[in-house]
């Protein structure tokens, strides 16, 4: 920590926890090494970290300004996009039919969301705060609504990201493709929603930091950043994210819904790796490559630092532990930290594949402990269905 943890511990509850998130935001941009990455993340992480612009209980607008590409010739020009259109359509499928019959009771510990593993419940006792056995229940079931919150807040990012994408991508095979990809993010976000809203109660606000990348690539005008930022980083991030909650779970409607979802998710990786790769091998120049590269870095740094649930923080422990005891809790808490780890186990493979993870950069993952994934399949080199045979 950079700044005076003991000089803000002397601040009253309320204020203390106000103050350490300023400073960690103020932390977050003096981090950043590249200006031209600075320009790039700094104004959304005003807007998502300082402003909190994303909880403030009103609709959120976004200046959105990208070229949008038309082609009169519609060319065949693309083989590769047009083999996902082609498995796309044939993967569609309707949210109405997975089993929502299925009764869902959040608070059975015969039936649990989330392993109970995934808060360490000893590490907690030792700060102080003891749970018994139904606020422990209870707090898993805050945590997992807390994440599938933060899969429909993202699952709402991919749904006007793949549009825009759609509209600025200079492929015509990628813009037919991308067509499906808007429909498979609709049904993601209604899948989710309808999840959240009819078994489980509790929608969480957006994490601050994922906020941060959503407004920072929707803001944009750079169509392959858009791409980087949606179909590689968040996109990736989330696979990782549903590989684990699809493993772990033991309710068989999220199981179910998470299996169907995945699939789609396999594609569109699969789709940002094969249009990134042409991208950034033959169309830009080193320093540009060299820029996205370290977007991609900060990007990923922003999740595996700080993508730490403080939501749930705020609502349970805000009075009880200070905001340095809780990312300690959840960093070294078995279940949590397995997850923020293995989320990555995705998206390195696939930044290796698109050419963001040089010998220049590769010390720095290595420091955050995310080069174990370096050698695993990219995204064009593994199905959903492989994905998930994977993770039985
Ligand atoms: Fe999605
Ligand atoms: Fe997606």
Do not use: C
């Not at 000089?7 to 941009?29: H, I, S, T």
């Not at 869902?104 to 590490?123: A, H, M, S, Y």
């Not at 750079?222 to 990736?236: A, C, N, P, S, T």
């Amino acid at each position: 920590m950079m700044f005076n943890e003991r000089l803000v511990n002397l601040l009253p509850g309320r204020m203390r926890n106000q103050v350490a998130q300023w400073f960690e935001a103020a932390e977050l941009l003096v981090e950043m090494r590249d200006p031209k990455v600075l320009a790039a993340i700094g104004p959304a992480g005003l807007r998502g970290l300082l402003l909190q612009r994303g909880k403030q209980g009103v609709p959120t607008l976004m200046p959105a300004k990208h070229q949008v590409h038309f082609d009169w010739q519609y060319p065949h020009d693309h083989e590769e996009m047009a083999t996902l259109y082609r498995r796309a359509k044939e993967g569609q499928w309707n949210g109405d039919s997975l089993p929502w019959h299925i009764d869902v009771d959040p608070l059975n510990p015969e039936v649990p969301l989330i392993p109970p593993d995934f808060i360490d419940g000893e590490k907690l006792a030792s700060f102080g705060v003891r749970l018994d056995a139904a606020e422990q229940v209870n707090l898993r079931y805050s945590l997992a609504a807390w994440m599938l919150s933060q899969f429909l807040h993202g699952e709402q990012g991919a749904l006007f990201a793949a549009a825009q994408v759609t509209e600025a991508v200079q492929f015509f095979d990628g813009k037919l493709y991308g067509s499906t990809q808007v429909m498979d993010e609709g049904r993601h976000v209604e899948v989710f929603h309808r999840y959240i809203e009819e078994k489980l109660n509790k929608l969480y606000q957006i994490n601050d930091n994922l906020y941060v990348i959503i407004d920072s690539l929707m803001t944009d005008s750079r169509w392959d950043m858009k791409f980087l930022g949606m179909q590689i980083m968040v996109e990736g991030l989330a696979l990782g994210a549903f590989g684990v909650i699809y493993k772990q779970t033991r309710e068989p409607l999220l199981k179910e819904l998470l299996r169907n979802v995945i699939q789609d998710e396999a594609r569109h990786v699969h789709y940002g790796v094969v249009a990134l790769r042409e991208q950034f091998r033959n169309h830009i120049t080193e320093r540009e490559r060299a820029e996205r590269e370290d977007w991609a870095f900060e990007v990923a740094l922003l999740m595996r630092n700080r993508f730490m649930a403080f939501e749930v923080y705020d609502e349970w422990f805000a009075h009880r532990l200070t905001r340095a005891q809780w990312r300690d809790l959840v960093s070294t808490s078995p279940g949590m930290s397995d997850f923020r780890q293995v989320m990555f186990r995705r998206l390195i493979p696939n930044l290796r594949e698109i050419g963001l993870m040089s010998p220049r950069v590769v010390p720095h993952y290595e420091r955050a402990g995310l080069m174990q994934y370096y050698d695993g399949r990219s995204a064009d080199q593994i199905t959903g269905a492989q994905l998930l045979a994977d993770l039985h």
